[in-house]
Structures are given as C-alpha cells and as structure tokens.
C-alpha cells in the first residue's frame, strides 16, 4: 500500500512527540466525529498506525490489526469506519491547523476502508466458527462466557423463587488508559486480572468485559465490601510500583447491581465494556 494515499508522513525516525501529537489529534478528531465511548478509542493498535504512519511503515498491517481489535472490542463497523475517517482527516489537514477537522468516510480511499474492513470482518467472523471462554492476554473469561454464567444464575435464581438481583452483583474495576502508551495499556489489565484471581477465589465468574474494564460476578455477602476495597488497594500499589504506569492510569472500582432481566444484564454487559 503506498502511504502516499493517508497522508504526507513526517520523514523516517520521527520521534515519540509526534506519535504522541498524532494519536492525540486523531482521538479529538475521533471523539468530536460521534465516538460513542471515550474510554475504549485508546488500543495497542492505535499506537501501532501511528507508528506506521510517523514511522512511513506498513500502514496497510496496522489498519487490519486495528480493524480485528476494534470488532472485538464491540465497535460496529459504521464506527470503526468513522474512526478511520477521522485519522484520514487528521493526515489530510496541515499538522499545525487549529480547530477540529472533518471526518468524512467517503473521503477515505477505497483501499484503506478495505483493510480495515476486513480486519473487522475477519474478527466477527471468527466469533461465529470459534466459542473462545478465556481472553488470550488476562486469563479472564470472555464477555460471551459471562453472560451464559449470567443466565444460569437468572435460571437458578427464578427456580429458587428468589430475584437475581437480591443474589448476585457485579463488582467492577476500570482503569483510564487514555494517557497510557504501548504496552504499558496491557501491563495494566494484566495487573488488575492478577489481582481480581487472587481476590475473588471463591468461584466467582472473573471476566473482561472491555479493553479496559474487569467485571466478577459474585454473589452478594457482607464481606463484599471489603473483599473490593482489598481489590482496589492491591490494584493500586502494582499500578504505582511501574514505573512506565505510574502517574498515567487512573482506576474505578465499584459494584453494578443486577437488572431483572437475562436480557437487561447482557445489555448492562455491553454497555459497561464500552465507557
């Protein structure tokens, strides 16, 4: 793919300031088009184009890694597609233009909106020949695998006479990972999956909900309260002791009661992986 067709690029060895410039112009641009999630727009992956793009590397691989990553994070394609369009934007306009650029999906050559679209396409089409129940990079168990537990304990609950929600809750924990770069994004979630395992070792149903959001469906009792602020402070203190996380990550932790519904608690699901 020529790069030639984004944008003009910054010449070879462009430095991290200009990654940095760029990843954060095309997050504005992003956000300012209609991305309806501020937290999950920050991936691996979007470091990676921007490389490609600074770097005058292989934008045509990265765009297809993004487009898988965008799929599995639960993007639709129309936005993953707008996202695109907004870099495009972003690289079409002169690096020093102030006020926000237009992002316009049928501006983007057709090439590029190829990629990206197969990327996607290819990743919802794996969903649907493989039933994957553990996240490859935390251990945790999938969205998908979390609201087949979710049914069984509506099942459980409504043979029982009782309310699901009176019986079960889940507890969250979320990290900002907006100022976070590269891999640091994955040492944090492989730092809170660490800690939710050595918390929540009853049973529970630990899962990932979203690129950056854990969620452990468990029970409700009275030591739930400080069985999650033990899970805070831990997250805390290994968030603190590395250095490229320190200062960069922000963290939420609290507990999502239940609606009545199966239904209404996949939806909840949906929802709290994506803000």
Do not use: K
């Not at 251990?139 to 049914?151: D, E, M």
Request: proline share 5%; net charge negative.
């Amino acid at each position: 793919m020529s790069v030639r067709e984004v944008a003009p690029r910054p010449s070879r060895g462009g430095s991290d300031a200009d990654l940095r410039a760029l990843r954060s112009r095309w997050r504005t641009a992003s956000l300012a088009a209609g991305w309806p999630f501020p937290a999950d727009w920050t991936l691996p992956e979007v470091d990676a184009v921007c490389r490609a793009v600074v770097e005058h590397g292989d934008v045509a691989s990265a765009l297809i890694r993004l487009g898988h990553r965008r799929a599995e994070a639960g993007a639709s394609l129309a936005e993953t597609l707008q996202d695109l369009a907004a870099l495009h934007a972003v690289l079409e306009s002169p690096s020093g233009r102030d006020g926000i650029v237009s992002a316009d999906p049928d501006a983007v050559p057709a090439r590029l909106l190829r990629v990206v679209a197969l990327g996607w396409a290819e990743e919802m089409a794996g969903r649907v020949t493989t039933a994957e129940a553990t996240d490859g990079l935390t251990g945790l168990a999938t969205p998908s695998y979390l609201r087949t537990r979710l049914r069984e304990v509506y099942h459980e609950a409504t043979a029982a006479g009782q309310r699901t929600e009176e019986r079960h809750v889940l507890a969250m924990v979320a990290v900002d990972l907006s100022q976070a770069t590269g891999w640091s994004r994955v040492v944090a979630m492989v730092l809170v999956a660490d800690v939710l395992r050595l918390v929540f070792n009853r049973g529970e149903t630990l899962a990932v909900v979203g690129p950056s959001v854990g969620a452990v469906l468990t029970p409700r009792d009275q030591r739930l309260p400080l069985r999650l602020a033990t899970a805070r402070w831990l997250v805390e203190q290994r968030l603190a002791a590395d250095p490229d996380l320190e200062g960069t990550v922000s963290l939420r932790v609290w507990l999502e009661g239940l609606p009545p519904t199966h239904q209404a608690a996949c939806d909840l699901v949906n929802h709290l992986g994506r803000g």
